[in-house]
């Protein structure tokens, strides 16, 4: 079954990534002069470290 939402979505991306010949650092400055432009804050948070769990031997 596909979702109306995802499939709307999914027509703007390929639209959005067809403007710009599917250049991808392209594509992120248009996205990031939008986000921007758009008058909402912006949130950024602190990278967090990966804690890699130790395996145990049996």
Do not use: N
């Amino acid at each position: 079954m596909k979702d109306p939402i995802v499939e709307e979505v999914r027509k703007h991306r390929m639209k959005h990534t067809k403007k710009f010949k599917g250049d991808l650092s392209a594509i992120c400055a248009d996205l990031r002069e939008v986000q921007k432009t758009s008058g909402h804050a912006v949130v950024h948070f602190a990278p967090k470290k990966l804690i890699q769990k130790r395996r145990s031997h049996s």
